[in-house]
């Protein structure tokens, strides 16, 4: 719920509880965070104006639209950042194309990831997506269907790097293909990479959306070539059986 008043797409995060819990457990603590979203941000929105009267639900709007104009449609903020967008940004700009516009662009990837995220959690019901992967492709997802993405949003991957410490209940790890892309491209998007920079640009705008697309694409490559995949023995299957409503 906090985090959703931060970043609205960190409703993706909504999805999480289908990791611990039988589907009809995690729709309802989904739903709950979700409408703590909403008290929150009619909460904080009333304080705000309480402390300061000119902070209304229209000043609210007009900031929205000058942060949307300054930083989507125009480039504040694009270095340092790792989003799709920033990187289509960055190819249209080198290519010169001036046949799309932004808000066109931005509307495709929204579209785009709303595509992958259907799919993600057709193959995670359907047994075919482990969690951890599952987890994965919502924080990649995350990052690239934002308009903007700074470097300090990215912590999400630590996350996806810790629970490899308790993969296994006998200390030996045992990792897949997809667990290796996972957890490689966790560790290589939290390496600093935004001092690097190319005629002013700062590099990881191309680098970390491009590595995120190459690593989204091959897990599903890997995912609908196999018959299916297991999950790992000591990880649950989150979303069945009534002996987890617990």
């Not at 904080?44 to 300061?52: E, F, H, P």
């Not at 993405?149 to 308790?166: A, C, K, P």
């Not at 790890?173 to 002013?200: A, E, Q, R």
Request: charged share 5%; proline share 4%.
């Amino acid at each position: 719920a906090l985090a959703i008043n931060f970043r609205p797409n960190a409703a993706l995060f909504l999805l999480l509880p289908l990791l611990g819990f039988p589907f009809v457990r995690a729709i309802r603590i989904s739903v709950v965070a979700a409408a703590l979203a909403g008290c929150l941000f009619g909460l904080s929105l009333y304080v705000a104006q309480w402390i300061y009267p000119d902070y209304t639900i229209g000043s609210f709007l007009q900031g929205l639209g000058i942060y949307y104009h300054g930083y989507v449609l125009g480039n504040s903020g694009l270095n340092y950042g790792s989003s799709g967008f920033g990187l289509v940004k960055v190819i249209l700009a080198a290519l010169e194309a001036n046949f799309i516009g932004l808000e066109s662009v931005n509307i495709l990837i929204s579209l785009w990831a709303m595509v992958i995220l259907l799919l993600a959690v057709f193959l995670f019901l359907w047994n075919r997506l482990s969690g951890f992967v599952f987890a994965f492709l919502i924080c990649s997802i995350y990052v690239l269907s934002g308009s903007t993405f700074s470097d300090y949003h990215l912590i999400v991957f630590w996350g996806t790097v810790m629970v490899y410490g308790t993969y296994s209940d006998t200390g030996k790890v045992i990792l897949t293909p997809l667990d290796l892309i996972v957890l490689c491209v966790s560790v290589f998007l939290l390496v600093p990479k935004h001092y690097i920079f190319l005629n002013g640009l700062s590099a990881q705008v191309i680098i970390n959306p491009y590595v995120l697309v190459i690593a989204v694409l091959s897990i599903f490559i890997l995912v609908l070539g196999k018959a299916g995949v297991e999950r790992h023995p000591s990880e649950p299957s989150a979303h069945t059986g009534s002996e987890q409503t617990s």
